[in-house]
C-alpha cells in the first residue's frame, strides 16, 4: 500500500474519531440538560443513542486492524493508529457515563421534585468545557492545550468531594425518608459519573501526548 493510501486512510480515521467526540460531547449535554428538566424522554433518547457510539468505536477498530495487517506500518505509523484507537475507546466510555447518567435521571423522575444542588449545574459545565476542549486540542494536534487541559480535572474533583460529604452526611443522620434516600444515592452516582468523564478526558490529553511525541505521561 502505497504511503498516499496510508495518509487518506489516517485522515478518515481521525475524522471519524472527530465525528466519535462530537457525538460524545452531545449526549453528555443532552444527559445534563434531561437531568435539569427532570425529562425522562429526553434521558431516554440519550441511552437510544448510545448505539451510535458503539457502532463507531468498532468501525474504528476495524480500520485501524486492516491498515495494520494491509500496510505493516512503521514504528511512527504504528504509535498513531494505536494512539487513535486508544482515543476511540476513551470517548465510548465517556458515552457509557452519559448514559448512566440519563439512567440515574429515570430514577429522580420517579421521585419527589428537589432542587438540584449548585455543584451539579457547575460539575456539568466543566465537564462540558473540558469535553469540548481536547476535542480541540486533537483536531490541532496540540500537546500543551491536552496538558492544559487535564491540569483542570481538580477543581472537578473537589466539587465532587464536597458533594459526595454533604449527601453521605444527610443519609447518615437518618433523619430523611426513603425517597430522599434514594435520591442522596442517585446523585452520589450522578456525581461520580461526571468525575469520571473528568478523569477519561485526563486519559485522552494522556493519549494525545503520546500520538504528538511519543510519550507515556501521567497527568492525573
Given at each position: 500500500m502505497?504511503?498516499?493510501?496510508?495518509?487518506?486512510?489516517?485522515?478518515s480515521?481521525?475524522e471519524?474519531l472527530?465525528r466519535?467526540?462530537t457525538?460524545v460531547?452531545?449526549?453528555?449535554?443532552?444527559?445534563l440538560d434531561?437531568?435539569?428538566?427532570?425529562?425522562?424522554?429526553?434521558?431516554?433518547?440519550?441511552?437510544?443513542?448510545?448505539?451510535?457510539?458503539?457502532?463507531?468505536l468498532?468501525?474504528?477498530?476495524?480500520?485501524?486492524?486492516?491498515?495494520?495487517?494491509?500496510?505493516?506500518?512503521?514504528?511512527?505509523?504504528?504509535?498513531?493508529?494505536m494512539?487513535?484507537?486508544y482515543?476511540?475507546?476513551?470517548?465510548?466510555?465517556?458515552?457509557?457515563y452519559?448514559?448512566?447518567?440519563?439512567?440515574?435521571?429515570?430514577?429522580?423522575?420517579?421521585?419527589p421534585?428537589?432542587p438540584?444542588?449548585?455543584e451539579?449545574?457547575?460539575?456539568?459545565?466543566?465537564?462540558?468545557?473540558?469535553?469540548?476542549?481536547?476535542?480541540?486540542?486533537?483536531?490541532?494536534?496540540?500537546?500543551?492545550?491536552?496538558?492544559?487541559?487535564?491540569g483542570?480535572?481538580?477543581?472537578?474533583?473537589?466539587?465532587y468531594?464536597?458533594?459526595?460529604?454533604?449527601?453521605?452526611?444527610?443519609?447518615?443522620?437518618?433523619?430523611?425518608?426513603?425517597?430522599?434516600?434514594?435520591?442522596?444515592?442517585?446523585?452520589?452516582?450522578?456525581?461520580?459519573?461526571?468525575e469520571?468523564?473528568?478523569?477519561?478526558?485526563?486519559?485522552v490529553a494522556?493519549?494525545?501526548?503520546?500520538?504528538?511525541?511519543?510519550?507515556?505521561?501521567?497527568?492525573?
Amino acid at each position: 500500500m502505497p504511503r498516499l493510501t496510508f495518509e487518506k486512510e489516517l485522515a478518515s480515521l481521525r475524522e471519524s474519531l472527530v465525528r466519535m467526540g462530537t457525538l460524545v460531547e452531545s449526549q453528555i449535554e443532552a444527559a445534563l440538560d434531561a437531568l435539569r428538566r427532570r425529562d425522562g424522554g429526553a434521558a431516554e433518547k440519550v441511552r437510544t443513542q448510545d448505539q451510535y457510539l458503539n457502532e463507531l468505536l468498532k468501525q474504528i477498530r476495524e480500520q485501524v486492524f486492516m491498515v495494520i495487517s494491509t500496510q505493516q506500518p512503521v514504528a511512527r505509523d504504528l504509535r498513531h493508529l494505536m494512539g487513535i484507537q486508544y482515543i476511540a475507546t476513551e470517548l465510548e466510555r465517556m458515552g457509557d457515563y452519559a448514559v448512566r447518567i440519563a439512567r440515574m435521571t429515570g430514577t429522580l423522575v420517579g421521585l419527589p421534585d428537589r432542587p438540584l444542588r449548585a455543584e451539579f449545574g457547575i460539575m456539568g459545565e466543566l465537564a462540558i468545557g473540558q469535553v469540548h476542549d481536547i476535542l480541540e486540542a486533537l483536531i490541532e494536534e496540540n500537546e500543551l492545550h491536552a496538558r492544559e487541559v487535564a491540569g483542570r480535572d481538580n477543581e472537578i474533583d473537589r466539587l465532587y468531594h464536597r458533594v459526595f460529604e454533604e449527601l453521605v452526611a444527610e443519609i447518615g443522620t437518618g433523619k430523611i425518608d426513603s425517597d430522599d434516600a434514594l435520591r442522596s444515592v442517585t446523585l452520589l452516582l450522578v456525581a461520580h459519573n461526571l468525575e469520571r468523564i473528568a478523569d477519561r478526558v485526563t486519559n485522552v490529553a494522556e493519549d494525545i501526548v503520546f500520538l504528538e511525541t511519543g510519550q507515556v505521561v501521567e497527568l492525573g
